[in-house]
């Protein structure tokens, strides 16, 4: 599902549902790589925004052994 995903579709990850979408995006992004790149920028926003970093992570996953 759509709402589900941690990044928005086509603006900060590129996802596939197929191996023919699959090749078909990556036929797409090497024919227009400035838009690639921009995705790639938010994509990296995103994370070091949103603490998607490993540090984040392993605060996160060290307090929820804690609490059990």
């Known amino acids: 599902k759509n709402q589900d995903r941690l990044f ?3 603006k900060e990850m590129i996802y596939f549902r197929s191996k023919e ?4 995006k990556v036929k797409y992004y090497i024919q ?3 838009k690639a790149q921009s995705i790639v920028k938010r994509a990296r926003l995103r994370c070091e925004t949103d ?3 490993y540090s ?3 605060d996160q996953i060290l ?6």
């Open 8 to 10: 928005a579709e086509d």
């Open 56 to 58: 984040n992570r392993i």
């Open 63 to 68: 307090r929820n052994f804690d609490k059990n």
């Open 32 to 34: 227009h790589q400035s």
């Open 21 to 24: 979408e699959l090749l078909n």
């Open 51 to 53: 603490g998607y970093e």
